[in-house]
């Protein structure tokens, strides 16, 4: 099981950055890939960043250049370092842990972008 937890949502003025981590109950190594999701009201859940087990990364093209994500396996935690933040990047981030038939998710963590 690799249970994730988030953390370090909240409140940053336009222009301005957060961390976000998830802390897994398990190794990340056992998982296929950790992915940072998000999700406005009324609006789609949707993919932001995603890294394999072996370092592969991808983005979506809405934050590619100012998001990055990265992990320590040692901690089993993964983060989406976000810079350069919008209006439109308000939403719940979840962290999601998969492998071939099975996935986590986390309870997510509210971002809110707002002067």
């Known amino acids: 099981q690799v249970q994730p937890v988030e953390s370090g949502g909240g409140l940053v003025q336009p222009g301005g950055s957060l961390r976000l981590s998830c802390l897994a109950s398990g190794s990340i190594d056992s998982a296929n890939s950790m992915d940072w999701y998000r999700q406005a009201p009324g609006k789609q859940r949707e993919m932001v960043a995603r890294?394999?087990?072996?370092?592969?990364?991808d983005y979506a093209d809405s934050v590619k250049g100012r998001f990055a994500i990265s992990r320590d396996s040692a901690k089993n935690t993964v983060y989406l370092q976000m810079n350069s933040l919008k209006p439109e990047d308000t939403a719940v981030y979840y962290c999601n842990a998969n492998g071939w038939d099975w996935e986590y998710w986390g309870q997510g963590t509210q971002v809110t972008v707002s002067s």
């Open positions: 890294i394999t087990r072996t370092g592969k990364t």
